[in-house]
């Protein structure tokens, strides 16, 4: 699993499969720890991932709740067709952001965003 920093925001980059068989909650584990480590606007990179089931899916739900919760923010980049369709379908397309590209989520994020980040959350918890 590689990661950058760009514009103060670390990006984690992971590759291959998110599943129940490839260890998904090393992401969630990653970006906790990164997040506690003082970066608490978070990027997953989801260019790189071929695959992602319930429970990287589920991984990547606990590390946003984490991160939100703590007042922090985690966007996606660049999911696959595949994985928007998921989050469509599990209606979590209402929680996790998502872009397109690297410049355009690094910009997106802002004090203001991570408030309604957090409440998003709440309502959808409700």
Not at 73 to 100: F, G, I, N, V, Y
């Amino acid at each position: 699993m590689n990661g950058r920093i760009s514009g103060g925001i670390w990006i984690l980059c992971p590759v291959g499969a998110l599943t129940l068989n490839s260890g998904c909650e090393q992401v969630r584990d990653m970006l906790v720890a990164k997040y506690d480590a003082g970066f608490h606007h978070l990027i997953l990179d989801c260019s790189q991932l071929t695959t992602v089931d319930s429970n990287g899916l589920g991984e990547m739900v606990a590390a946003y709740s984490a991160i939100v919760r703590r007042g922090g923010a985690l966007k996606l980049l660049q999911p696959s067709p595949r994985l928007l369709e998921l989050l469509r379908m599990t209606r979590l397309d209402m929680l996790l952001e998502s872009h397109k590209d690297e410049r355009s989520c690094v910009l997106s994020f802002s004090f203001q965003a991570d408030a309604k980040a957090k409440q998003a959350l709440n309502e959808f918890l409700k």
